[in-house]
């Protein structure tokens, strides 16, 4: 039995029964996760495409072979004939209907794909992770008005995960006008009530937990043990949503710029209006389509990969 000094501070006889905890345990969770993803064959392969993507989306202006923007072929593609110009050794993915090098505007897209989804995930998760946080302490740690103020937050999320997502995302672009920070906002939005729901989930179920009653038992103030103990704890589902997240975001993007609600500047290359000025020459030029979908499909099946994965090393019911 270990002795405990009256001059021991609550914090620290915390941290070492956590300690004692996690020793007994043999690993922590996060290593043990770890060592789950390293031999995972889908985590592996959706980490590969997400670095790729991440590279391209990187150093892809910087290696694109000419300006995305400029029409330098244009009398070289005759649409009213219906010939384009395909992949050849100046223009590996050929031009566009204005004459555009379609290799260099699939790799500087890259990276406008990757901003909208990255910052659409960041707004849902920051913005759902304060939500569903002070809701998740209120319903824990709050008392009788805490449950009455989780139970009203609660409501408005259901009413929001009662709409379809795109539906959402849609009426918001339309409401805040064409631009791609407007698809950045409503793609955001959407993203929120599910990781207000998640966080504020998990909270509820780490508020039951042994260390929680003897973090009370121990008079810790209940913002220190909502901050300090029942919020990092909770996290997991959380991060793992994100990465989901991404993948969604993703799509919705493309989608939100398909429709047209995307940046009306026709000049800056991005995946999904890529496909949308493709879309009327698909039966002469195929290709224009080709790529940037691909491109599309090809990373939202790398985040999945890796979110799956990341879920299945996190839970230890899928574990195995």
């Given at each position: 039995?270990?002795?405990?000094?009256?001059?021991?501070?609550?914090?620290?006889?915390?941290?070492?029964?956590?300690?004692?905890?996690?020793?007994?345990?043999?690993?922590?969770?996060?290593?043990?996760?770890?060592?789950?993803?390293?031999?995972?064959?889908?985590?592996?392969?959706?980490?590969?495409?997400?670095?790729?993507?991440?590279?391209?989306?990187?150093?892809?202006?910087?290696?694109?072979?000419?300006?995305?923007?400029?029409?330098?072929?244009?009398?070289?593609?005759?649409?009213?004939?219906?010939?384009?110009?395909?992949?050849r050794a100046e223009n590996w993915f050929g031009?566009?209907?204005?004459?555009?090098?379609?290799?260099?505007?699939?790799?500087?897209?890259?990276?406008?794909?990757?901003?909208?989804?990255?910052?659409?995930?960041?707004?849902?998760?920051?913005?759902?992770?304060?939500?569903?946080?002070?809701?998740?302490?209120?319903?824990?740690?709050?008392?009788?008005?805490?449950?009455?103020?989780?139970?009203?937050?609660?409501?408005?999320?259901?009413?929001?995960?009662?709409?379809?997502?795109?539906?959402?995302?849609?009426?918001?672009?339309?409401?805040?006008?064409?631009?791609?920070?407007?698809?950045?906002?409503?793609?955001?939005?959407?993203?929120?009530?599910?990781?207000?729901?998640?966080?504020?989930?998990?909270?509820?179920?780490?508020?039951?937990?042994?260390?929680?009653?003897?973090?009370?038992?121990?008079?810790?103030?209940?913002?220190?043990?909502?901050?300090?103990?029942?919020?990092?704890?909770?996290?997991?589902?959380?991060?793992?949503?994100?990465?989901?997240?991404?993948?969604?975001?993703?799509?919705?993007?493309?989608?939100?710029?398909?429709?047209?609600?995307?940046?009306?500047?026709?000049?800056?290359?991005?995946?999904?209006?890529?496909?949308t000025q493709a879309q009327r020459f698909f039966?002469?030029?195929?290709?224009?389509?080709?790529?940037?979908?691909?491109?599309?499909?090809?990373?939202?099946?790398?985040?999945?990969?890796?979110?799956?994965?990341?879920?299945?090393?996190?839970?230890?019911?899928?574990?195995?």
């Amino acid at each position: 039995m270990s002795l405990v000094t009256p001059n021991t501070s609550k914090i620290d006889r915390l941290a070492e029964l956590t300690a004692t905890q996690e020793t007994a345990s043999g690993s922590s969770l996060w290593r043990e996760a770890w060592r789950r993803l390293r031999r995972n064959k889908a985590a592996i392969i959706g980490a590969v495409v997400i670095a790729v993507f991440v590279v391209v989306a990187i150093v892809g202006p910087m290696v694109a072979p000419h300006d995305p923007a400029a029409q330098i072929w244009r009398g070289e593609v005759r649409i009213n004939k219906g010939q384009f110009i395909g992949p050849r050794a100046e223009n590996w993915f050929g031009l566009d209907h204005l004459g555009r090098d379609q290799l260099s505007r699939f790799l500087v897209g890259a990276r406008q794909t990757l901003l909208v989804g990255v910052v659409s995930m960041l707004i849902g998760l920051i913005i759902g992770a304060i939500i569903g946080g002070v809701s998740g302490a209120a319903a824990t740690l709050g008392g009788k008005n805490g449950q009455r103020f989780d139970t009203f937050v609660m409501r408005v999320t259901d009413i929001m995960l009662a709409l379809p997502s795109l539906l959402l995302a849609v009426s918001i672009a339309a409401m805040l006008g064409q631009s791609l920070t407007t698809v950045m906002i409503a793609v955001g939005v959407v993203q929120i009530p599910i990781f207000a729901r998640l966080l504020r989930g998990s909270m509820l179920a780490q508020g039951s937990a042994d260390y929680v009653l003897a973090a009370k038992s121990m008079g810790i103030r209940t913002r220190r043990i909502a901050t300090g103990q029942i919020l990092p704890n909770s996290l997991s589902p959380v991060i793992v949503q994100a990465t989901l997240s991404l993948a969604t975001a993703i799509i919705e993007a493309a989608a939100l710029s398909y429709l047209g609600l995307g940046s009306p500047d026709q000049s800056v290359p991005e995946w999904g209006a890529m496909l949308t000025q493709a879309q009327r020459f698909f039966d002469n030029a195929p290709l224009m389509s080709v790529y940037p979908a691909v491109g599309i499909i090809i990373t939202a099946l790398g985040f999945t990969l890796l979110g799956e994965a990341m879920r299945e090393a996190l839970d230890p019911k899928l574990r195995g």
